[in-house]
């Protein structure tokens, strides 16, 4: 459970880099499993089969490895949209998409994904409602046994009930003058991934707004915060809402962009669409890129 929701307000210190990660060559010695469709007989279906570090020869690591080790330095949360018009096909494609990006995500976040629901509280975490540590697919699978579709779409609620203690934490790390606090814990920078299929039924963009003005009152570094939206299904007004929110907010509000949007497309998953799903929100090289 990441330090943040610490009912005490303490928790592990996560180092943050003092170079710009976005720039850096430090070695890891990791390959990218390329994707391929697995056989009809395979319980995932066309899944892509699960990510596995191997080591290879190289004096340095690839370019996609370097980059998707960036994500070692982030907590990882997913929030999942299950509101009752994510029922059938579109639910599956939820599990489906979750599934796959598991491997990938506890690859490099050894606290394993952190799940929360729009409506759905785990009954057995009453401080959060999340659900904790899921590494595997078959973790994805029991947590999807015990949820159902059902009522309305409370996204910009559930963002600010997970952010509103991050931020806090953050804007501790700096004294009332913006000056660095040297008694202050590291808060590890934070990537939040939303798969939702549809428009919200309250405002989310005044809750990113918000926090990103935080963010950016604090001088909190520009990586701190990425929020990643994954569209299920096709519905077009969706679709142009989640634009919006990926190109108009920094540019209207001058806030800082840490918003990206990608759609999902199962039998599409490639190695691209995967680096642009888990660092679009936090690498803006990703952001711009269409896959």
């Known amino acids: 459970m990441p330090s943040w929701?610490?009912?005490?307000?303490?928790?592990?210190?996560?180092?943050?880099?003092?170079?710009?990660?976005?720039?850096?060559t430090r070695s890891r010695i990791t390959s990218f499993s390329s994707f391929k469709g697995s056989s009809k007989n395979s319980p995932a279906g066309d899944m892509p089969p699960p990510y596995s570090p191997t080591a290879t020869n190289q004096q340095g690591p690839a370019k996609d490895d370097s980059e998707m080790g960036f994500l070692s330095k982030f907590d990882i949360v997913i929030v999942i949209d299950d509101s009752g018009s994510m029922c059938g096909s579109r639910w599956r494609e939820t599990q489906d998409s979750l599934k796959a990006i598991a491997p990938i995500c506890t690859s490099y976040d050894k606290d394993g994904l952190e799940i929360f629901f729009l409506n759905h509280r785990n009954p057995s975490n009453q401080l959060t409602g999340s659900y904790q540590n899921i590494r595997t697919p078959s973790g994805v699978e029991e947590i999807f046994q015990t949820v159902r579709p059902t009522s309305t779409t409370p996204?910009?609620?559930?963002?600010?009930?997970?952010?509103?203690?991050?931020?806090r934490r953050v804007e501790q790390m700096v004294d009332a003058n913006g000056r660095p606090n040297p008694n202050a814990e590291q808060v590890k920078p934070l990537n939040v991934v939303?798969?939702?299929?549809?428009?919200?039924?309250?405002?989310?963009?005044?809750?990113?707004?918000l926090y990103a003005k935080r963010l950016d009152k604090c001088n909190a570094i520009?990586?701190?915060?990425?929020?990643?939206f994954l569209q299920v299904g096709n519905d077009q007004g969706a679709k142009e809402w989640l634009a919006s929110l990926d190109d108009d907010l920094c540019k209207h509000y001058g806030v800082r962009d840490m918003v990206d949007t990608a759609p999902w497309e199962k039998k599409k998953l490639t190695h691209e669409k995967v680096l642009k799903i888990m660092l679009g929100a936090i690498n803006k090289r990703f952001d711009r890129k269409a896959v």
């Not at 929701?5 to 850096?24: D, M, R, V």
């Not at 996204?155 to 600010?160: C, F, K, S, V, Y």
């Open 155 to 167: 996204t910009g609620e559930r963002l600010q009930s997970i952010l509103e203690p991050y931020v």
């Open 194 to 209: 939303v798969i939702t299929d549809g428009v919200p039924t309250d405002d989310v963009e005044t809750v990113l707004v």
């Open 222 to 228: 520009p990586w701190q915060l990425g929020i990643q």
């Open 5 to 24: 929701f610490s009912s005490k307000g303490k928790g592990k210190k996560a180092e943050l880099a003092a170079e710009n990660p976005f720039t850096s």
